[in-house]
């Protein structure tokens, strides 16, 4: 079973900054897009940004100019590094692989309150 494993996760008070880890199998990152969704409570699964196999990054409109995704090709690791939160950040953040099949991973807390 393919398995993506997130970190980092938490607590933040309004204009704070998370990073995200998500740690995939290297036979499915070499081949996938890999991407970041959330979920809040009552509302769909939302896309928040992907990377490209080659590198290149996009945004969810929500989140140009404070999130930022990159990659470690030699940790098989994507990353989202997030700046600025707000309040209707919060949500349950997954890490997502997608290539002839989508992985998903457990999912990781992201609450941003005072």
């Known amino acids: 079973q393919v398995r993506l494993v997130e970190s980092g996760g938490g607590l933040v008070q309004p204009g704070g900054s998370l990073r995200l880890s998500c740690v995939a199998p290297?036979?499915?990152?070499?081949?996938?897009?890999m991407g970041w969704y959330r979920q809040a409570p009552g509302k769909e699964r939302e896309l928040v940004a992907t990377i490209t196999i080659g590198g290149r990054p996009d945004y969810a409109d929500f989140v140009k100019g404070r999130f930022t995704i990159s990659k470690d090709n030699a940790k098989n690791t994507v990353n989202l590094q997030m700046n600025g939160l707000k309040p209707e950040d919060t949500a349950v953040y997954y890490c997502?692989?997608?290539?002839?099949?989508?992985?998903w991973g457990q999912g990781t807390q992201v609450t941003v309150s005072s």
């Open positions: 997502n692989s997608m290539s002839d099949y989508d992985y």
């Open positions: 290297a036979d499915i990152f070499a081949i996938s897009i």
